[in-house]
């Protein structure tokens, strides 16, 4: 590893998450709720169960955009978890054979050892997209630094 990609390396433990659009979500979610919440109070013809009904529709938009909003990927010494929005995995350094974000990517993918490949929507280029790729640059970085290979499995090197 260079010297460069050296002075790249973030201490750990560390978290990547898009923080623009995070924020974007949470504001808009609670926009949401707080006007058809608003609107549910102000409409006089409505009844008590029709109100309740708006206002539980409000609280599951926020509840939806705040879940979106939870994604991230975290990174420590033993390894990586990545949280998306339906779920979380945690990885060894080991695991993770490559970091991508090409041009066009939603979001990273990780490629495992397991020869699948796993998304990591807590790196995403929408809203931030030279955070994203600096992000990109330094999970692979890490991943690169913290990895140690199975000295039977041949490395990309060996491969090519």
Excluded: C, Y
Aim: hydrophobic content about 50%; glycine content about 8%.
């Amino acid at each position: 590893m260079s010297d460069h990609a050296v002075s790249d390396l973030p201490a750990l433990p560390a978290t990547f998450r898009p923080g623009r659009t995070r924020a974007v979500l949470i504001t808009a979610g609670a926009a949401i709720l707080v006007v058809i919440s608003t609107v549910a109070m102000l409409l006089e013809q409505l009844g008590p169960g029709e109100r309740l009904s708006f206002i539980l529709t409000g609280a599951l938009i926020f509840w939806v955009l705040a879940r979106i909003a939870r994604v991230r990927v975290d990174a420590d010494d033993a390894g990586v978890t990545v949280v998306n929005i339906a779920g979380r995995r945690r990885l060894e350094w080991a695991e993770i054979l490559r970091v991508n974000l090409r041009p066009g990517d939603p979001w990273v993918f990780l490629d495992l050892s397991d020869g699948t490949s796993l998304p990591a929507l807590g790196i995403q280029p929408g809203i931030d997209k030279r955070q994203a790729i600096a992000d990109a640059r330094s999970l692979r970085a890490l991943a690169e630094a913290w990895s140690v290979r199975d000295p039977e499995t041949p490395s990309e090197q060996d491969q090519g």
